[in-house]
């Protein structure tokens, strides 16, 4: 059963950078039939799609978020990583991995990690 | 940029019908998905392109789409099915969209 667990800092400083990664286990990230994605929900809100990676390192962005967002991956590890630059309150958020079926006009998430909340504060 | 619309509420008593919609633009082009989360929980998905139910996910839960509007219908609602509804989709460019979410209260 394919598992995916969040990782990383619970606070970061505005301005600053906020990485996060993402582990996967009980399948292999290179499998070529899915993307990897992040999405986000800021507390009480809505869900926000970030962008999501292929195993060869191929992204596409939400074009909102994409001038301060990078993903990448790592296939030894069977992890793939984001980061946001320049953080601001705005960016206070629970953020998710999942795996991004992707395909023609099919794009859905499933299954999804458990979600790490991440608040942007001096 | 691209939205889907749900109505920010929906109230229905055990045993009955639920109907929460979404609507967008590019749904007759692209499929949508729809999206279980209870507080302090992931989403789970319980619709996918538009009609298919995973595996695990009750019969009670169906998806049906009519032009720009889908529809998640939840037959014979459970206590348990209380919980925010999320439709999602994608635009022309790929770029994955969700609805605002729906809250679904059991009287």
């Known amino acids: 059963q394919l598992q995916l667990q969040e990782s990383g800092p619970g606070l970061v400083k505005p301005s600053e950078t906020l990485s996060l990664t993402c582990t996967v286990s009980g399948g292999s990230i290179s499998s070529s039939s899915y993307y990897w994605g992040w999405i986000r929900q800021p507390p009480g809100k809505g869900l926000e799609w970030i962008g999501s990676?292929?195993?060869?390192?191929?992204?596409y962005y939400n074009p909102s978020l994409k001038s301060r967002v990078t993903i990448s991956v790592d296939t030894s590890k069977n992890q793939f990583s984001l980061k946001l630059s320049s953080v601001t309150a705005a960016d206070t958020a629970v953020y998710y991995c999942?795996?991004?079926?992707?395909?023609?006009?099919?794009?859905?998430?499933?299954?999804w990690g458990q979600g790490t909340l991440v608040t942007v504060s001096s | 940029s691209y939205e889907l619309t749900q109505p920010p509420s929906v109230s229905v008593s055990p045993g009955q019908t639920a109907r929460i919609t979404c609507s967008g633009d590019a749904l007759p082009k692209q499929y949508a998905y729809w999206y279980q989360q209870k507080p302090g929980q992931a989403p789970v998905l319980v619709i996918y392109k538009d009609s298919e139910r995973p595996s695990g996910i009750p019969e009670r839960f169906s998806g049906s789409s009519s032009g720009t509007t889908v529809t998640l219908t939840i037959s014979g609602v459970q206590a348990e099915d209380e919980a925010d509804y999320y439709c999602?989709?994608?635009?022309?460019?790929?770029?994955?969209?969700f609805g605002g979410g729906t809250k679904l209260t059991v009287l």
């Open positions: 999942a795996r991004h079926w992707n395909g023609g006009n099919a794009n859905w998430f499933d299954p």
């Open positions: 990676i292929y195993y060869s390192g191929s992204t």
């Open positions: 999602q989709s994608a635009d022309s460019s790929g770029t994955c969209v």
